[in-house]
């Protein structure tokens, strides 16, 4: 399986960016998935994932009211829409699938926000 994912950049404060990540070579529907940021010297943060079959989400406290993950089936992608981006939202941002010991992590975008 492989995931590949899309969209950053570096945007100002206040912008947003909208991520995907596309899944292949598994069953997508059957994976919960998530988004993980990392910055230097510290370790993986969970941003917000999507559980598989009913699509219930969590968010980070950080994140919670800005960003928005969501999944298309039909195109076995996941996205995350980030809203009133924070300098402290700069990181490299990973996709990942999970269903039970089975899973999969994309190769990270990087996200920057400044001005």
């Known amino acids: 399986g492989q995931l590949v994912e899309s969209g950053g950049g570096l945007v100002q404060p206040g912008g947003s960016l909208r991520l995907s990540c596309a899944a292949s070579g598994f069953t997508f529907s059957r994976y919960d998935m998530t988004w993980y940021r990392q910055t230097p010297g510290k370790g993986r943060e969970l941003v917000a994932t999507?559980?598989?079959?009913?699509?219930?989400?969590n968010y980070a406290d950080s994140v919670k009211g800005r960003f928005t993950i969501s999944r298309d089936t039909a195109k076995s992608t996941v996205y995350l829409q980030m809203n009133s981006l924070k300098p402290e939202d700069t990181a490299v941002y990973y996709c990942?699938?999970?269903?039970?010991?089975?899973?999969?992590w994309g190769q990270g975008t990087q996200v920057t926000v400044s001005s």
């Open positions: 990942n699938a999970q269903r039970g010991l089975s899973y999969y």
């Open positions: 999507i559980s598989s079959p009913f699509g219930s989400t």
